[in-house]
C-alpha cells in the first residue's frame, strides 16, 4: 500500500507528464507551422512518449489499490523566438522532470517503499537518456547553426532522429 505523500507524489509526476505532452504537441504544430516536419514529426513521438509514460504512472497508482488523479493542466506556451530556444526549453523541461523523479525515489527510499523504488528505476534510465538526447540536440545546433542553410540541415537531422526512432549519435 501506498503511503498519502508517495500517491501524491505520484499523481504530481501524473500530470507532470501529461503537461509534458501537450508541451511537445504544441511545440510540434509551432514547428509545422514554420515548415520544420523533420522536428515537427520528431516533437510529436516526443508527445506520444511522454503520454505513454503518464498511462504508466496512472496504471501503477491504480494497480496499488491507491487512485490515479488527473488534474488541470496549464495551457503550453504557443510561440517561440527560435527553434533554439524551444530545443532550449525543452532540455530545461527534461530536467525538471529528472528533478521530480529523483524526488519521488527519495521519498520511495526514505519511506522505505522499495515496489515503488524499483518502479521508479525505469524513469530514472529514461530520464538520463532524455536529457542525453535533448542536449545532443543543443550541441548539433551548436554546430550546425540555425541560420540560412543551416535551419534547413538542422531539420533534416531532426527529422533522421524520428523517422529512424533512435538516439542522436554522439
Same mark, same amino acid.
Given at each position: 500500500?501506498?503511503?498519502?505523500?508517495?500517491?501524491?507524489?505520484?499523481?504530481?509526476?501524473?500530470?507532470? @507528464?501529461?503537461?509534458?505532452?501537450?508541451?511537445? +504537441?504544441?511545440?510540434?504544430?509551432? !514547428?509545422? /507551422?514554420?515548415? +520544420?516536419?523533420? !522536428?515537427?514529426? &520528431? +516533437? =510529436?513521438?516526443?508527445?506520444?512518449?511522454?503520454?505513454?509514460?503518464?498511462?504508466?504512472?496512472?496504471?501503477?497508482?491504480?494497480?496499488?489499490?491507491?487512485?490515479?488523479? %488527473? $488534474?488541470?493542466?496549464?495551457?503550453?506556451?504557443?510561440? &517561440?523566438?527560435?527553434?533554439?530556444?524551444? &530545443?532550449?526549453?525543452? /532540455? @530545461?523541461?527534461? !530536467?525538471? %522532470?529528472?528533478?521530480? #523523479?529523483?524526488?519521488?525515489?527519495?521519498?520511495?527510499?526514505? *519511506?522505505?517503499?522499495?515496489?515503488?523504488?524499483?518502479?521508479?528505476?525505469?524513469?530514472?534510465?529514461?530520464?538520463?537518456?532524455? @536529457?542525453? %538526447?535533448?542536449? $545532443?540536440?543543443?550541441?548539433?545546433? @551548436?554546430? #550546425?547553426?540555425?541560420? $540560412? =542553410?543551416?535551419?534547413?540541415? &538542422?531539420?533534416? /537531422? #531532426? $527529422?533522421? +532522429?524520428?523517422?529512424?526512432?533512435? *538516439?542522436?549519435?554522439?
Amino acid at each position: 500500500m501506498l503511503s498519502k505523500t508517495m500517491v501524491d507524489k505520484l499523481n504530481a509526476q501524473i500530470n507532470l @507528464e501529461y503537461f509534458s505532452s501537450n508541451i511537445y +504537441l504544441q511545440m510540434s504544430a509551432w !514547428c509545422a /507551422y514554420k515548415g +520544420l516536419e523533420g !522536428c515537427a514529426d &520528431f +516533437l =510529436r513521438k516526443q508527445a506520444d512518449e511522454e503520454m505513454m509514460h503518464m498511462h504508466k504512472l496512472f496504471d501503477y497508482v491504480n494497480e496499488t489499490g491507491a487512485m490515479a488523479v %488527473v $488534474g488541470q493542466i496549464d495551457a503550453p506556451p504557443v510561440d &517561440f523566438k527560435s527553434i533554439k530556444e524551444l &530545443f532550449t526549453k525543452t /532540455y @530545461e523541461h527534461e !530536467c525538471l %522532470v529528472t528533478k521530480r #523523479i529523483n524526488e519521488m525515489v527519495a521519498v520511495a527510499m526514505k *519511506e522505505p517503499d522499495y515496489a515503488t523504488f524499483n518502479f521508479l528505476q525505469w524513469y530514472v534510465a529514461e530520464q538520463h537518456e532524455e @536529457e542525453t %538526447v535533448f542536449k $545532443g540536440i543543443l550541441d548539433k545546433i @551548436e554546430l #550546425i547553426g540555425v541560420e $540560412g =542553410r543551416g535551419v534547413y540541415l &538542422f531539420d533534416k /537531422y #531532426i $527529422g533522421k +532522429l524520428a523517422a529512424q526512432n533512435v *538516439e542522436p549519435v554522439e
